[in-house]
């Protein structure tokens, strides 16, 4: 028996767990996996919301067949292409080849490009709708959030969003999967780091989505990953405004790159002054063990950053430059930044951080330190002196 999930008496969620799946998009760590959510809606006519990524097909399959023995699905909704949502198209075309797949114009040379899709494309447009029969799909572009042809998917009668990757979350979805079954402060830092490393280079267009969407009546939020929302709508609706607008808390995150220990101690130092100052949310991480997923998501809860380096190479510690490089990709904005560095034998590091604190174009907390060897007792007030600046500058700014 497969246990059935429901939004409404016709509405199920049938996506999966992914718990095996080291990386994201190859690259952004799931220590709590990830769930893909498809959408089933059993009408007069039979539409599916999105697919799952393509290794759960055969559990994916059981789930609809479960629901709809050997009846049809008229219509599946392709919400978005990145293939942890459409990687399932060609296998679900095999099972139901009558399928029609709606989709945009930006849509369909997607379905051609990455799977030869061009039979029973049903192309629309913003503001259209299709009918099921008591149910109503109206469809809303939401471009680049996260692709250029990501759009959502308005159920009118019982007025759900199936919103995409906006209101996202990594995490699967262990036993709860509405968000009054949940614990809601791990979902939230989860859905923070989903947004930060997934959709938080383009806040323009998500504060653009959130308006669009504004004027929906929305009563349940269904995303394609995590928790289906509907008792803090309006809560992650702020929280997504404040994450689009690079709104940071009083707090900040310092990372560092050291190879003996010199800069991690300078690090320490500030950190310690800053506490000194009354500001308590302050993380303090090695650039070289932890992850950007863990320091981006850092960088959109707080305020402050500051970034410290050992000089390497006459220049920057490679896991810091490596790190800045990505972050001038997705260039976070409205941030206040501090640099240090330690010059080691040769020096190189904080002249080269220089460049990097015009070109992010966050407003900068000075006098930057760089200490010569180790840092002695002078160097020792410089840092001081760097925290007290940060920590005024945030209670100035939050
Ligand atoms: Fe969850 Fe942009 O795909």
């Given at each position: 028996m497969i246990q059935k999930i429901k939004?409404?008496?016709?509405?199920?969620?049938i996506g999966v767990n992914d718990r095996h799946t080291h990386l994201f998009e190859n690259f952004w760590p799931l220590p709590y996996g990830v769930s893909y959510n498809s959408y089933l809606i059993d009408d007069e006519k039979v539409a599916l919301i999105d697919t799952v990524e393509v290794s759960f097909m055969s559990e994916y399959l059981q789930k609809i067949k479960s629901i709809l023995g050997d009846r049809t699905i008229d219509y599946l909704v392709v919400n978005h292409m990145e293939p942890d949502h459409s990687g399932s198209i060609q296998a679900l075309l095999q099972a139901y080849p009558d399928l029609k797949i709606i989709g945009n114009c930006k849509t369909a040379p997607m379905l051609e490009g990455f799977y030869k899709v061009v039979k029973n494309v049903v192309t629309i447009s913003e503001g259209d709708s299709v009918s099921l029969g008591e149910h109503m799909l109206n469809f809303y572009m939401i471009p680049m959030v996260h692709w250029p042809e990501s759009m959502v998917t308005y159920e009118s009668s019982k007025n759900i969003l199936f919103s995409n990757d906006a209101f996202g979350s990594f995490g699967t979805l262990d036993g709860g999967v509405f968000d009054n079954e949940i614990n809601f402060s791990f979902y939230e830092d989860e859905m923070r780091r989903y947004y930060a490393n997934i959709v938080g280079k383009y806040g323009t267009q998500v504060q653009k989505a959130l308006e669009k969407l504004g004027t929906l009546e929305i009563k349940t939020i269904a995303p394609s990953h995590g928790p289906i929302w509907r008792d803090h709508i309006s809560k992650i609706i702020a929280l997504y405004d404040q994450w689009s607008k690079y709104e940071g808390e009083e707090g900040v995150v310092i990372i560092y790159g050291t190879l003996y220990g010199h800069t991690a101690q300078m690090a320490d130092i500030i950190a310690r002054s800053i506490a000194e100052e009354g500001i308590k949310n302050i993380r303090t991480y090695d650039a070289s063990k932890t992850h950007s997923s863990y320091l981006l998501n850092d960088i959109w809860k707080y305020k402050g950053v500051i970034i410290g380096s050992s000089s390497y190479n006459g220049g920057i510690f490679t896991p810091v430059s490596s790190f800045l490089k990505q972050l001038l990709g997705i260039m976070p904005k409205n941030k206040l930044l501090a640099i240090f560095g330690s010059m080691s034998w040769g020096g190189g590091a904080v002249r080269a951080l220089e460049p990097f604190a015009q070109d992010i174009k966050w407003n900068v907390v000075t006098p930057a330190v760089e200490v010569k060897h180790a840092a002695n007792d002078d160097d020792q007030e410089a840092l001081i002196s760097l925290g007290k600046a940060m920590a005024k500058a945030l209670k100035e700014n939050v």
């Open positions: 939004l409404s008496e016709k509405i199920y969620w």
